[in-house]
């Protein structure tokens, strides 16, 4: 069968094609971000393919500065001379509405040295090939219980891409990636019972390094777990977020750590905020995009700013926020490499590092949730977090799967919220449970906290 | 013309049952003001195509942004080899060619020039923050934002399907965080209409203002809810989220598909209570959902979803009908040329009853007042949570003091029996839907509703 072109990027050419536009319209400053990606996924339902998919896309983000220092950007996918120009005349004439009291300007580290990241490469494998992987899969998950009937949410990915960031003095960063994902989200019946369902995913570099067996095994596992269920009373309990839920919760409200939201009044934090108490003494969070376990790191931002671990909280105080070069200016310190682009330039975190402050007592020790006498709460992952989350209040409202661990014996949660504030949450922390975990979204063990409001059905 | 039918033949000779082509532009954009200044104006514009083969009930489906010939060839023959399909096949009979065009796009030409331009959007929004900050009491940030999308759209189709459309939507928000010693609270509202490129200079900034301040002064200073199970009023307009995401999805063909809805043996069996007719339709004249045509080129159609409890229908796309054999019903969209269209909603609502909202109110002695719903979702087993945005105690039939913080969380097949009492004020908000192709302009609605009892998350 046909294989899909590779789509690639060609900085120089793009640089000088566009440069070229630049001075025929008379703009001296300018800087892009662009990104190629080719892809290609299936899914199957129930031993047959459901959806196969192709996909080859290009995309820029323009920025120009005009004659009064003020910045206007565009977007498109046509990379063509005559998409660049458009593109130019659009920025340029978004630039008139341009924000004079904050200007983005080159980030200082757009040409600093790159830290190095392992990332090999890997061919894409034939569509055909990833389906027949994928069926294997599906028929290994639905053999694991006879209660799993389906499994309606799956999925398998490859993806090859690059990214550049250009500006009109020189920089020039690129970075290729290839990367690879598997999702399997079994449903399972009992009869008279309600569907349980729950799944598993991982990421690697190549569809060939996946961790195949180890999702399909999560992935039943934890279906399986939920079979059994009960309604649990309403009520305080102390919960145990699993590393993947504490994550989403911390990801949830980064905004606390960015300087964005710090400046735009829609942070718990201030300006003034760094040094203070947020935290159990032992609690330390690090935005950390270079980790190994970090699959599809990016080496540079959307400024051109390399990726660099940065301590946000440590023995429980707000060390640092995350920036972008304006927000770096405007706090007086160097930018961190969590910028997007933008005409107003968005702040993000990259990977989280969660865990116990070196030379800190670490909080309770010995923490064991299966064998605890309880009541527990085990959280084992959070939904609607979109929904639920009110960043800017601190407060939050969200249903969860999850068990009820009561003198060693555990038991599905038939339908729950676990509502609070995060404020409270971090200073209610007991301690970890267990060796930290790498997820997608970051490195964590089990969080153990105290005093959680749990709504249930019973 | 010619090249299409060039590339739909390619791939009817190959063995393909059916081919699809849809190619599009948009022009796109968003400004966003902050306190009193514009912050960010972000034009984009592209281009793309996807091209979608089926063979018996399967289907593959390449997207590109190179419309070149190549490109485009290039896409077909990948979407061809995902099914096995190559020219060495040959084993489908002819295309007949394509019909003659419809073009729903023809009166539209001057849509996106006849919008409004950067610096009116600007000064219209300037306008909302400068009123947010005359009707507000102790507000911390002050945004409002515009968007306007621009589409056109080419469907052609080896069964000789050929239309193009043209569509607009713009939509304005204002949001506002209200902070005052430890109380903060957050408050949006979101207004948006399709093909009006004069609607921006109609919106009433100051109404808008005063409505979003109302509220957030409100709710600045609320208790948590306390949780329980309780019955629950839910306002007209965006209560019709709930409708939406737990029971209307459910009544997508591609949740037939999945094996994941619980009324796919249910059409002409009751699922909800006699007081509830729920219908989806793409035909009213405004309506963020509303169009001229699908993204598989059929005309919309209204859908009788439920009438007086009873299933009547599903919505369904090209791939619902073969995989499930529900009619398709106009119903096949898709956010861009990038995702394959699926069956979605697009106006949803449950129709109005005959009772007025106070009589709702009243009928209550403790339960909950949702006026106004944030996001929520419903999970791969049918269970919902919405989080109430403004809420109210009902207490021996009256509202009394406003509450936040609160959930509702239920399954739909055991509460759409439960929704006993409809109101006769049907209106319509526009929202956004994801799915699985992708986000997508819809509509939700209802009159005010009364649920006998719901979970109701709090603290």
Request: charged letters at 20%.
């Amino acid at each position: 069968m046909t294989q899909p072109t590779i789509q690639t990027l060609n900085a120089e050419d793009l640089s000088s094609r566009l440069q070229q536009l630049a001075q025929g319209a008379g703009i001296q400053q300018w800087d892009l971000g662009a990104s190629c990606s080719t892809d290609t996924s299936v899914q199957v339902d129930r031993g047959e393919a459901k959806q196969m998919k192709g996909a080859q896309r290009s995309a820029i983000t323009l920025r120009v500065w005009n004659g009064d220092g003020l910045v206007g950007i565009t977007s498109t996918s046509d990379l063509s001379d005559t998409g660049l120009a458009r593109a130019l005349s659009g920025a340029r004439e978004a630039s008139d509405f341009g924000n004079a009291e904050e200007t983005p300007a080159f980030s200082p580290l757009a040409t600093a040295p790159l830290a190095p990241l392992d990332q090999p490469l890997h061919q894409p494998q034939p569509i055909l090939s990833l389906l027949d992987t994928l069926k294997q899969a599906e028929r290994q998950l639905l053999d694991r219980h006879i209660a799993i009937s389906t499994v309606p949410y799956n999925g398998l990915a490859q993806r090859s891409s690059e990214r550049l960031y250009l500006n009109s003095e020189g920089a020039c960063r690129h970075q290729s990636l290839t990367t690879a994902s598997l999702y399997l989200y079994a449903r399972a019946e009992e009869a008279g019972r309600k569907p349980r369902s729950s799944g598993a995913m991982r990421m690697a570099y190549g569809a060939a390094e996946l961790d195949i067996a180890g999702c399909i095994e999560e992935a039943a596992e934890r279906t399986i777990a939920h079979l059994d269920y009960a309604p649990i009373e309403t009520g305080y309990y102390t919960c145990v977020f699993s590393p993947e839920a504490f994550l989403d919760l911390i990801g949830a409200f980064s905004s606390l750590f960015n300087a964005r939201a710090v400046l735009d009044g829609v942070s718990l934090s201030r300006r003034d905020s760094l040094g203070e108490s947020v935290a159990v003494p032992f609690l330390s969070i690090r935005d950390n995009g270079l980790h190994p376990g970090n699959v599809g790191a990016s080496a540079f931002d959307g400024e051109g700013t390399p990726t660099a671990p940065l301590d946000l909280v440590a023995a429980g105080m707000l060390k640092n926020f995350l920036h972008s070069e304006a927000t770096a200016r405007a706090f007086g310190v160097a930018p961190t490499g969590h910028a997007g682009m933008g005409a107003k330039v968005s702040v993000g975190a990259d990977w989280f590092e969660i865990g116990v402050t070196p030379n800190s007592d670490g909080g309770q020790q010995d923490l064991d949730r299966l064998n605890h006498s309880g009541p527990v709460v085990v959280i084992d992952s959070l939904s609607a977090l979109h929904a639920g989350v009110k960043a800017s209040q601190g407060s939050f409202s969200l249903p969860f799967d999850g068990w009820l661990v009561e003198g060693g014996v555990s038991r599905s949660i038939e339908a729950a919220t676990v509502a609070g504030d995060i404020r409270t949450v971090m200073k209610a922390i007991v301690g970890f449970e267990g060796v930290a975990k790498i997820t997608p979204d970051g490195l964590c063990p089990y969080v153990w906290v105290e005093g959680l409001s749990i709504t249930g059905e019973a | 013309m010619l090249r299409l039918e060039s590339l739909l033949a390619s791939g009817r000779a190959a063995g393909a049952d059916l081919v699809e082509i849809f190619l599009e532009r948009t022009d796109h954009l968003g400004v966003l003001a902050e306190q009193d200044t514009i912050t960010n104006v972000s034009p984009a514009f592209g281009m793309g195509a996807g091209i979608r083969v089926f063979l018996d009930d399967r289907d593959g489906f390449v997207s590109t942004n190179d419309l070149s010939d190549n490109g485009l060839i290039q896409a077909l023959e990948q979407a061809l080899g995902m099914l096995g399909l190559s020219h060495s096949s040959k084993t489908s009979g002819p295309f007949g060619g394509l019909k003659v065009m419809r073009d729903f796009a023809i009166d539209k030409m001057d849509w996106l020039t006849n919008c409004p331009s950067i610096a009116e959007a600007t000064l219209k929004l300037l306008e909302g923050t400068s009123r947010l900050e005359h009707h507000g009491n102790h507000l911390q940030a002050r945004r409002g934002s515009y968007s306007r999308d621009w589409q056109s759209v080419l469907i052609a189709a080896s069964d000789g399907t050929f239309a193009r459309d043209i569509r607009l939507h713009q939509s304005l928000g204002l949001n506002v965080l209200a902070a005052d010693g430890e109380h903060r609270a957050g408050l949006g509202r979101r207004y948006g209409t399709s093909d009006r490129p004069d609607d921006l200079r109609q919106w009433d900034a100051d109404a808008a203002a005063q409505d979003v301040c109302t509220s957030v002064g409100t709710m600045l200073y609320a208790d948590y809810v306390e949780a329980g199970q309780m019955p629950a009023v839910l306002a007209n307009r965006f209560g019709g989220v709930i409708f939406h995401e737990a029971c209307g999805h459910l009544l997508e063909t591609t949740q037939v598909e999945r094996g994941t809805t619980p009324f796919a043996e249910k059409v002409g069996q009751a699922i909800a209570h006699e007081a509830v007719t729920a219908i989806d339709e793409g035909l009213s004249e405004g309506a963020f959902g509303s169009l001229s045509m699908d993204d598989e080129g059929m005309e919309p159609q209204r859908t009788v979803l439920i009438e007086n409890g009873i299933l009547k229908r599903f919505l369904s796309d090209r791939a619902g009908e073969l995989r499930t054999g529900h009619i398709r019903t106009g119903s096949g969209r898709r956010q861009s040329h990038t995702f394959a269209a699926a069956s979605r909603m697009r106006n949803t609502f449950i129709a109005a009853g005959p009772h007025t909202p106070e009589q709702l109110i009243s009928s209550v002695d403790k339960g909950l007042y949702c006026k106004s719903m944030g996001g929520g979702s419903v999970g791969p087993t049918g269970q919902f949570n919405f989080a109430v945005e403004e809420g109210y105690l009902i207490e021996n039939g009256q509202l009394t003091k406003p509450v936040k913080g609160a959930t509702l969380i239920g399954e739909a097949k055991e509460v759409m029996p439960r929704i006993s009492m409809c109101a006769n004020d049907l209106e319509l908000a526009a929202g956004f839907c994801g799915s699985v192709s992708g986000s997508i302009f819809v509509t939700v609605g209802q009159p005010h509703i009364k649920v006998d009892s719901i979970t109701v998350g709090g603290r």
